[in-house]
Structure formats: C-alpha cells, structure tokens
T-cell receptor, first 114, second 111 residues
Framework: DAGITQSPRHKVTETGTPVTLRCHQTENHRYMYWYRQDPGHGLRLIHYSYGVKDTDKGEVSDGYSVSRSKTEDFLLTLESATSSQTSVYFC?????????????FGPGTRLLVL | GDSVTQMEGPVTLSEEAFLTINCTYTATGYPSLFWYVQYPGEGLQLLLKATKADDKGSNKGFEATYRKETTSFHLEKGSVQVSDSAVYFCALGGNGNQFYFGTGTSLTVIP
C-alpha cells in the first residue's frame, strides 16, 4: 500500500467551472498517474508524471492539465468542466521505471458535471 | 501498440464453482502482466502478477500463468467464494512506464 489519498472523494459541479483533484502519496514513489474509469472502457490514462515538474499526456488528455510541484502531490485540473468528464478518477503511483513495477491506486474521486 | 483484451462479463457463478477469466495481450518487447481486483466503491488492488514468460502468479487461491506462445494470462480459481465478488482487470506493464488495462470483468458469486 503506497499511502495514496485523493481529495475530494466526491464532487458535483456545473458545466464550465474549473475543477482540481488532488492526489497525495506518502511513499516517495517517482511515478504518478491519473486515470478515468468509465463503463465499457476500463481505465484510461489521462496524464502521468515521471518526476517533479515532469509530466506527459496519456490516451485521453484533452480538456485536462496536471501539475506536480512536489514529489508527493499530483494535481489534475479540468479547466472548464463538461458533462463528458463525469467519471470516476483514480490516481496511481509506481515506485520506479522497471517494467515489473506494480502500480498502486488511490480510492478514487467521483465527479459529476451537471 | 500495446493492448489487453479480456472476456466481457458479467459472470455469475455459484459458490465453490471454478472460475476462469480470459485475458490476451498484444505487446512489443517483454511486458509484465497483472491482475487487479476492484471491490465496490474502492480503488484497484493488485491481485497477482508475472514478470516473464512461464511465470505463474498466485494469491488468495487465484492463479494466472504468463503464456508467451498464446499471448495469454488467464485468471483461474478452483473454488470461488461470495467474498470474491468484484470487478477483475487484466493489465499489461509495457514500455514507457505505462499500463494498459482491459475493460474489466464483473464477477458475482451467489451462495
């Protein structure tokens, strides 16, 4: 268990408003990831980070931005939320860059965009 | 590119029945393979993993063998319990430090 917390755990917002989700980890893992989970799609990668200030896009990055100013925190921002961004968002961490490393997941954030 | 395909659900079994959830993969290089489990309202937890061909991962009575010749990593359990009811995800850890997940298979075990 990588000691991953996500906040908020639930959020309801309106279309067009900005939203920021926070992921915090206590294990000093280098890699951090944001996924969204939707029925029929499994988990899809939004963005990931391979170090402080080092981030890259995933499969479904449009409409999202991220920042990582400290090893332990990885923020996901929806600049202007849309109904299509209603989803469950999971943060994950990975200790190193070896292929056999496990990813550890947070409890998730349920976001509803009205 | 890398990808994972797993059998669609939902799957409903009686307690003590045999479980198989199929997973096949496409990958360049030599990926690691994982099974994750998600209980209602929770995040994903690692169930088992295998990091090279012919490795068998096992945990809590679940097993999966990394078969390079058939590009498969099927999940099996000899006797399921009600507490095994969850969604199961097959995943591939490939190049570029990215994971690729299947769409998930929902399992319900009835007493």
């Amino acid at each position: 268990d990588a000691g991953i917390t996500q906040s908020p755990r639930h959020k309801v917002t309106e279309t067009g408003t900005p939203v920021t989700l926070r992921c915090h980890q206590t294990e000093n893992h280098r890699y951090m990831y944001w996924y969204r989970q939707d029925p029929g799609h499994g988990l899809r990668l939004i963005h990931y980070s391979y170090g402080v200030k080092d981030t890259d896009k995933g499969e479904v990055s449009d409409g999202y931005s991220v920042s990582r100013s400290k090893t332990e925190d990885f923020l996901l921002t929806l600049e202007s939320a849309t109904s299509s961004q209603t989803s469950v968002y999971f943060c994950a961490t990975q200790r190193g860059d070896r292929i056999q490393e496990t990813q550890y997941f947070g409890p998730g954030t349920r976001l509803l965009v009205l | 590119g890398d990808s994972v395909t797993q059998m669609e659900g939902p799957v409903t079994l009686s307690e003590e029945a045999f479980l198989t959830i199929n997973c096949t993969y496409t990958a360049t290089g030599y990926p690691s393979l994982f099974w994750y489990v998600q209980y209602p309202g929770e995040g994903l937890q690692l169930l088992l993993k295998a990091t090279k061909a012919d490795d068998k991962g096992s945990n809590k009575g679940f097993e999966a063998t990394y078969r390079k010749e058939t590009t498969s990593f099927h999940l099996e359990k000899g006797s399921v319990q009600v507490s095994d009811s969850a969604v199961y995800f097959c995943a591939l850890g490939g190049n570029g430090n990215q994971f690729y997940f299947g769409t998930g298979t929902s399992l319900t075990v009835i007493p």
